[in-house]
């Protein structure tokens, strides 16, 4: 499976991005789709994820802030990032759990900065 993300960039603080990633390729046995983000010297973690019946799972520091959606008739899922802070700043990961294994696109770099 391909996945193409897009829509980082950089935002003043308590604005909003909406980011997109389309996926390709084998992906029927898709179950999971999501977002993960990555400062650089961390670990990647889970921002969000949601899945093929729409259920979802936000981590603790954007929830009521960050949505995720899917449409899975065009094998697209978006995260919609609102009240944006400085500690969102990182590079955005989109993810495809196909049959058990990771798959990952190329990452997006979001910046909350004044």
């Known amino acids: 499976v391909q996945l193409q993300a897009s829509g980082g960039g950089l935002v003043q603080p308590g604005g909003s991005l909406r980011l997109s990633c389309a996926a390709s390729?084998?992906?029927?046995?898709?179950?999971?789709m999501g977002w993960y983000r990555q400062d650089p010297g961390k670990s990647r973690e889970l921002v969000a994820r949601?899945?093929?019946?729409?259920?979802?799972n936000y981590a603790d520091s954007v929830k009521g802030r960050f949505t995720i959606s899917r449409d899975n008739a065009n094998n697209t899922v978006y995260l919609q990032m609102d009240g944006l802070n400085p500690e969102d700043t990182a590079v955005y990961y989109c993810?495809?759990?196909?049959?058990?294994?990771?798959?990952w696109g190329q990452g997006t770099l979001v910046t909350v900065s004044s």
């Open positions: 993810n495809a759990v196909l049959l058990g294994i990771d798959n």
């Open positions: 390729g084998s992906i029927f046995s898709i179950n999971y």
């Open positions: 949601i899945s093929r019946s729409g259920m979802t």
